[in-house]
T-cell receptor, first 114, second 115 residues
Framework: QKEVEQNSGPLSVPEGAIASLNCTYS??????FFWYRQYSGKSPELIMF????GDKEDGRFTAQLNKASQYVSLLIRDSQPSDSATYLC??????????????FGSGTRLQVQP | AAGVIQSPRHLIKEKRETATLKCYPI?????VYWYQQGPGQDPQFLIS???????DKGSIPDRFSAQQFSDYHSELNMSSLELGDSALYFC??????????????FGSGTRLTVV
């Protein structure tokens, strides 16, 4: 079992719709969670992080965390064609040093249809 | 704002050759991470350095080595290259002054092709 699991997709949504991306993780000691966006051939770009249960909103993006269920999600409202990319979920297991490397999921490819 | 700089952007090597990838972190960032991303794969953590010392080790092959220098730049040395080493290699850096729950910033990557 991979430490971080994501549905590879593609997830196809029409322009203006809400895109919902999901991620589960296996390590209950995981402390912080990140969503990165990656365009083909480009480097990952951080779009959200969350470490407390509940929702965190930033513009059109909302991250949701449920530690009891070991589940984190990303909602993208009013999806735009420019949102079409691979979304990587990443997890940090230890925050005692702040330098623990992130573990990435395989990513979900999102396609927003104009 | 200055970003993480990686060089070269592209590199083509033959099997059994060696390659050196360089990473220059964001100024005042003291931690550097190296990741390998094969085609259609997620980024795989290789190794990280904090204050010039190795701080974490992932799935780095024995043929690879890395170090961080006094100016905080890092180099990934890859020897006896194999076809399977063809991938995007990303470097990322983080700052000690940021809250622990911050992610880190990736460089643009080096695309290594082994032929």
């Amino acid at each position: 079992q991979k430490e971080v699991e994501q549905n590879s997709g593609p997830l196809s949504v029409p322009e203006g719709a809400i895109a919902s991306l999901n991620c589960t993780y296996s390590d209950r000691g995981s402390q912080s969670f990140f969503w990165y966006r990656q365009y083909s051939g480009k480097s990952p770009e951080l779009i959200m992080f969350i470490y407390s249960n509940g929702d965190k909103e930033d513009g059109r993006f909302t991250a949701q965390l449920n530690k009891a269920s070991q589940y984190v999600s990303l909602l993208i409202r009013d999806s735009q064609p420019s949102d079409s990319a691979t979304y990587l979920c990443a997890v940090r297991s230890r925050v005692d040093t702040g330098r623990r490397a992130l573990t990435f999921g395989s990513g979900t490819r999102l396609q927003v249809q104009p | 704002a200055a970003g993480v700089i990686q060089s070269p952007r592209h590199l083509i090597k033959e099997k059994r050759e060696t390659a050196t990838l360089k990473c220059y972190p964001i100024p005042r960032h003291d931690t550097v991470y190296w990741y390998q991303q094969g085609p259609g794969q997620d980024p795989q953590f290789l190794i990280s350095f904090y204050e010039k010392m190795q701080s974490d080790k992932g799935s780095i092959p024995d043929r690879f080595s890395a170090q961080q220098f006094s100016d905080y730049h890092s180099e990934l040395n890859m020897s006896s290259l194999e076809l399977g080493d063809s991938a995007l290699y990303f470097c990322a850096s983080s700052s000690p002054s940021r809250p622990l729950n911050y992610g880190y910033t990736f460089g643009s990557g080096t695309r290594l092709t082994v032929v």
